[in-house]
């Protein structure tokens, strides 16, 4: 009889033993899922930012000659010349718009964000009121999709 109830003692601590493997087999496999679904988030997310950013060094190459066409615009007289300038500019325009570029927004007047801008000189500020404000953008800023590929430059109040 002695040697039943260490039998069944035996099984009973065996089967505890195999009921906290199989938990911590559990645990560990559902930990290993977790994981390996947080990868699989984060590996789609990195594609899907990669496939919206993809052309960046291409047109953030690109934006130093859509400069140089609004500045000619801006300081040729003949007519003919600026419709050229203007037509070429709108279609440069036009295809980094379709492939996800927008101007950041930026005038004189509101509040610099060092967040949003760059501030190239700090100037006296005619009144009071324009502490702290843009007083001139000296050069537009861009953005890809949500990332600022370069940043407005301006002229801050003092």
Known sequence: M?????AKVDLCQQLEELNENLKQEKDKYLRLF???????KRTTKERID??????????????????????????????NEIEGFL?????????L??????VT???????FDAEVHEAITLI??????????I????EKGYQLGDKIIRFPKVVVGQ
């Open 124 to 133: 006296p500020a005619p009144e009071a009121s324009q502490k702290g404000k």
């Open 87 to 95: 037509l070429i500019n709108n279609k440069l325009s036009d295809v």
């Open 97 to 102: 718009k379709s492939n996800g570029l927008t």
């Open 50 to 79: 990669l496939f919206k950013t993809a052309g960046q060094e291409v047109i953030t190459s690109l934006l130093p000659i859509l400069d140089d066409f609004e500045r000619a615009i801006v300081q040729t007289s003949d007519e």
């Open 135 to 138: 007083i001139d953008v000296t």
């Open 105 to 111: 927004e930026t005038k004189v007047g509101d509040t």
């Open 2 to 6: 002695a040697d039943k109830k260490e």
């Open 34 to 40: 977790a994981e390996f679904e947080n990868f699989k």
